[in-house]
């Protein structure tokens, strides 16, 4: 057995090769993404680390301890407060979302062309659609009736909201950490 001290790989000192960065390009880019990586929501991020996971191991590549964040930071994204600021800007960013969805079901059109009266009805019933068809909500509302893209909605909203708010979690989700379904978001 060698003396030599073992020292740990930690994201921060992991360098990974330019083929990474092309399989988040290409995954970006077929996904239809249009910015940068870095200025990607953390949502679509998701869905570019979960595209680069498969390309990797197509490629037949060992996914290293780390490589998310490894990844995340050769591409600039941001770390430390830029991933609670990113956890914030993606609920609002939902929310943004589910408003939009709301005016136009309620026949106000676009979310944009809203007056202030409107756009304050349309903020009503987003917070209580959200808070109501929460399933932890004291009294919770019939959801049923929402259509397919609301309830898909509504369940990205619920997860954000886990995931900034878990506190049953070990530790805080990290920017660029990629979630399966067996994690329940």
Same mark, same amino acid.
């Given at each position: 057995?060698?003396?030599?001290?073992?020292?740990?790989?930690?994201?921060?000192?992991? #360098?990974?090769?330019?083929?990474?960065?092309?399989?988040?390009? !290409?995954?970006?880019?077929?996904?239809?993404?249009?910015?940068?990586?870095?200025?990607?929501?953390p949502e679509h991020?998701?869905?570019?680390?979960?595209?680069?996971?498969?390309?990797?191991? !197509?490629?037949?590549?060992?996914?290293?301890? %780390?490589?998310?964040?490894?990844?995340?930071?050769?591409?600039?994204?941001?770390?430390?407060?830029?991933?609670?600021?990113?956890?914030?800007?993606?609920?609002?960013?939902?929310?943004?979302? /589910?408003?939009?969805?709301?005016?136009?079901? !309620?026949?106000?059109?676009? !979310?944009?062309?809203? %007056?202030?009266?409107d756009r304050d009805?349309?903020?009503?019933?987003?917070?209580?659609? /959200?808070?109501?068809?929460?399933?932890?909500?004291? #009294?919770?509302?019939?959801?049923?009736?929402?259509?397919?893209?609301?309830?898909?909605?509504?369940? #990205?909203?619920?997860?954000?909201?886990?995931?900034?708010?878990?506190?049953?979690?070990?530790?805080?989700? #990290?920017?660029?950490?990629?979630?399966?379904?067996?994690?329940?978001?």
């Amino acid at each position: 057995m060698s003396d030599a001290p073992v020292v740990p790989i930690t994201p921060e000192t992991l #360098e990974l090769g330019s083929e990474w960065r092309e399989a988040a390009d !290409l995954a970006a880019h077929n996904l239809g993404f249009s910015p940068a990586l870095a200025e990607l929501s953390p949502e679509h991020w998701q869905l570019v680390l979960a595209s680069v996971t498969d390309r990797m191991r !197509l490629r037949g590549a060992s996914l290293p301890v %780390g490589w998310r964040r490894a990844l995340a930071r050769q591409v600039g994204r941001g770390d430390g407060e830029d991933k609670a600021q990113g956890k914030v800007l993606a609920l609002a960013a939902k929310r943004k979302e /589910i408003a939009a969805h709301l005016s136009r079901e !309620l026949g106000l059109g676009d !979310l944009a062309d809203l %007056g202030p009266a409107d756009r304050d009805i349309v903020d009503q019933q987003t917070t209580e659609t /959200i808070v109501g068809c929460s399933p932890d909500t004291a #009294e919770p509302a019939d959801c049923s009736d929402a259509d397919r893209t609301m309830r898909r909605l509504l369940s #990205e909203h619920r997860a954000l909201e886990e995931m900034t708010t878990d506190a049953a979690s070990p530790r805080p989700a #990290e920017e660029g950490e990629e979630f399966s379904p067996e994690d329940g978001i």
